[in-house]
Structure formats: C-alpha cells, structure tokens
C-alpha cells in the first residue's frame, strides 16, 4: 500500500526558511515533486526530482530559492524540500506527488502541507 506523508510546514517571516518532507512507502516511483496551491489559484509545480540520477527541475518562481533532495531507504524514499528566502507570496499548500515511469498523470499525492510567509 502506498503512503505519503508529508510534515515540516508552519509559518515563517519573509526571508526565512523551511524544510519539508514527504516519505513514500510502498513502492519506488520513478518521480517525486512537489506542487503548490494557494488560495484562489490552481495548483502549480514547483519542483521535481527523478529517483534514477536524481535530476531536478525548478520552476521559475522558486529556482535559487528552493532545493529538492531525495533520501534513498530500503522500505521508503524521503523527499525534501529546503525553501530558503521565504516571500509572502510562497504562502499556499504544499503537496508532495509521485509518478510512476511513463506516465502523464501523478499516481498518488499527499495529504498537504500549509506554509504561511509573513511579510
């Protein structure tokens, strides 16, 4: 059975840091990301990495800012999410997603993550 669960989310000034987890167990998927949804918009990306060579992608809005890593375990892999030089509009839901080789769509999500910035 395949679990997400995410942790690390609070709230923060402006400039400052968090870090957040999501540890799958179940299965090794093929990609980890993380998305983000604030209040009144659509979901949007943020960033992904792929569990084979552990390449990583950012979007625009956060590269430079934010650094996704992966842990590597026999019974579950760990993704973070390090977000350095917090700004108030990073504020949303943070959603970790897994996606299998091949596929367009994510397979399975986490429960959320709420990060508030201040300003």
């Known amino acids: 059975q395949v679990q997400l669960v995410e942790s690390g989310g609070g709230l923060v000034q402006a400039g400052g840091s968090l870090r957040l987890s999501c540890a799958a167990s179940g299965r090794t998927f093929s990609t980890y990301s993380w998305f983000r949804q604030a209040p009144g918009k659509e979901r949007e990306f943020v960033a992904t990495?792929?569990?084979?060579?552990?390449?990583?992608?950012?979007a625009d809005s956060v590269k430079g800012r934010f650094t996704i890593t992966i842990s590597r375990e026999k019974a579950k892999n760990t993704v973070y999410l390090q977000m350095n030089s917090l700004k108030p509009e990073d504020t949303a839901v943070y959603y970790c997603?897994?996606?299998?080789?091949?596929?367009?769509?994510?397979?399975?999500w986490g429960q959320g993550t709420q990060v508030t910035v201040s300003s």
């Open positions: 997603g897994v996606r299998r080789a091949g596929q367009a769509e994510y397979d399975y």
């Open positions: 990495i792929r569990w084979s060579g552990g390449s990583t992608y950012y």
